[in-house]
């Protein structure tokens, strides 16, 4: 992830609700990126959202979780 978007920012200021035909509109944007280049920019929003370094993700807490069987 070295090539990180810094082009790209999350203005939490920015958002608007809109209807169904402006948010077909608001996605024309983003039409001609290939989905690798989608789950660049998501990933890279979510570190500016949470809070955590891209090159450096939190792990997940697997003791949280558990397995049952189920009969």
Not at 7 to 33: C, H, I, M, P
Not at 39 to 51: D, F, K, M, T, W
């Amino acid at each position: 992830m070295s090539d990180s978007p810094k082009k790209y920012r999350l203005d939490r200021t920015a958002f608007q609700a809109r209807n169904a035909s402006e948010q077909v509109n608001y996605g024309k944007e983003y039409r001609d990126t290939t989905w690798q280049e989608r789950l660049r920019i998501h990933q890279y929003l979510n570190s500016i959202a949470y809070g955590y370094d891209l090159e450096n993700p939190p792990k997940m807490d697997k003791t949280f979780f558990q397995i049952k069987v189920r009969k």
